[in-house]
T-cell receptor, first 116, second 112 residues
Framework: DARVTQTPRHKVTEMGQEVTMRCQPILGHNTVFWYRQTMMQGLELLAYFRNRAPLDDSGMPKDRFSAEMPDATLATLKIQPSEPRDSAVYFC??????????????FGEGSRLTVL | SQKIEQNSEALNIQEGKTATLTCNYTNYSPAYLQWYRQDPGRGPVFLLLIRENEKEKRKERLKVTFDTTLKQSLFHITASQPADSATYLCALATGGGNKLTFGTGTQLKVEL
């Protein structure tokens, strides 16, 4: 049963600490997305990769956030230093190659981050 | 500015009735639109996709319409069941490939 795997599922940290979230996309998917979900803003796109290359990170605060894909099986989202306003659920999603029938995204279960 | 609007008020309906959820957008010209379901503590799950040249799409008890003139999609669940209770998100293809921008979602509660 192919699925997107995210770690950690929950993270509580103190302001100023570095946070790294990891994602294993579904094998064969060449697009990977990081979204952040809050009650107020809903799902916001932070970063988007195709074939491991970053295509769009305009939604990401560049001074503290960074996203990478060291290889096809791992995507990371790092926050340094973290702030209370970063508290949210962070979702990773992967998708089939463009031109596929549905263009649907497959989401992981999310990483719930609380910054105190 | 670009917006995707879904009714932020929760929708409560009786079991067996048809639930209708609305997604309106401005300043987008999406090639397609998708609907997702999200349960508490879980990631969104894909339900249906409808393309800009399609008026209606059905899947079992689900029906989606897409009016590019009105810039609106309607999502219907017929013969609703308590198990349909969840938050439903619309998402527009807003860039190359399968980049999606999501609405804030509408919470549906189906009561016995």
């Amino acid at each position: 049963d192919a699925r997107v795997t995210q770690t950690p599922r929950h993270k509580v940290t103190e302001m100023g600490q570095e946070v790294t979230m990891r994602c294993q996309p579904i094998l064969g998917h060449n697009t990977v997305f990081w979204y952040r979900q809050t009650m107020m803003q809903g799902l916001e796109l932070l970063a988007y990769f195709r074939n491991r290359a970053p295509l769009d990170d305009s939604g990401m605060p560049k001074d503290r956030f960074s996203a990478e894909m060291p290889d096809a099986t791992l995507a990371t989202l790092k926050i340094q230093p973290s702030e209370p306003r970063d508290s949210a659920v962070y979702f990773c999603a992967s998708g089939l190659p463009t031109g596929s029938d549905t263009g649907e995204l497959f989401f992981g279960e999310g990483s719930r981050l609380t910054v105190l | 500015s670009q917006k995707i609007e879904q009714n932020s008020e929760a929708l409560n309906i009786q079991e067996g009735k048809t639930a209708t959820l609305t997604c309106n957008y401005t300043n987008y010209s999406p090639a397609y639109l998708q609907w997702y379901r999200q349960d508490p503590g879980r990631g969104p799950v894909f339900l249906l996709l409808i393309r800009e040249n399609e008026k209606e799409k059905r899947k079992e008890r689900l029906k989606v319409t897409f009016d590019t003139t009105l810039k609106q999609s309607l999502f219907h669940i017929t013969a609703s069941q308590p198990a349909d209770s969840a938050t439903y998100l619309c998402a527009l293809a807003t860039g190359g490939g399968n980049k999606l921008t999501f609405g804030t979602g509408t919470q549906l509660k189906v009561e016995l």
